[in-house]
């Protein structure tokens, strides 16, 4: 698996009009083609008067899905162009979504491209991007004396805490942007080996 991916930093929205059609831009992060079908479907809902809902999807680290639609505009002149601004900024994991209010005047072939592509553009620039890493995770237990060194070392050293419990011990969720044994031996230090470890999956998180 690859170990990073660049993706939108958050949703977005943008309109455009153009020849007095309206061109609304929607972008998303989305982990899975079924969130991107279902964030489409919700776009389409909320404009269910519009013309055309265009769009396209890269989602993925290894296998990209790559999907793509026209609905309805002449082939070529709206989903692709839409892909390939995705494509040129070397994005994934997103979904931008161009619904069109048709305002009267034919753009042809061309005009109809560069409105699409320009729209899509337009709304990535305001989604912005990150950097998702492969990063470590895991569940650390301890005991509550030791609580105020440890919070103090996790905000030093840029942990992410997930979450936070407290039973019988203090439970605490945590992504790290460290080797894990790395971690797990400075926390070992702090609490002179009081201290319990589980490592969990590695996942996807912005370090930005």
């Not at 309206?22 to 989305?30: E, K, M, Q």
Request: glycine residues 8%.
């Amino acid at each position: 698996m690859h170990k990073q991916y660049r993706t939108v930093k958050q949703r977005a929205r943008h309109e455009v009009v153009i020849q007095k059609s309206r061109f609304i831009g929607d972008a998303f992060h989305v982990s899975s083609e079924q969130e991107a079908l279902q964030k489409l479907h919700d776009i389409k809902s909320e404009f269910s008067d519009a013309t055309h809902h265009c769009y396209a999807y890269i989602v993925g680290q290894e296998s990209l899905t790559q999907r793509f639609n026209d609905d309805g505009e002449p082939g070529g002149t709206a989903g692709m162009p839409i892909l390939q601004v995705i494509q040129n900024r070397g994005l994934t994991n997103v979904l931008v979504v161009v619904t069109r209010y048709f305002g009267g005047i034919k753009l042809g072939a061309n005009g109809l491209v560069r409105a699409y592509s320009k729209t899509a553009a337009e709304v990535l620039d305001r989604a912005g991007t990150k950097e998702m890493v492969l990063s470590p995770s895991g569940m650390v237990y301890l005991d509550y004396s030791f609580i105020g060194q440890v919070e103090y070392f996790l905000r030093q050293k840029g942990v992410h805490i997930v979450d936070m419990k407290y039973s019988d011990k203090v439970i605490i969720k945590v992504i790290v942007p460290i080797a894990w044994d790395d971690f797990c031996s400075m926390l070992k230090e702090i609490c002179g080996g009081r201290v319990q470890f589980k490592e969990l999956t590695p996942v996807f998180h912005s370090w930005e």
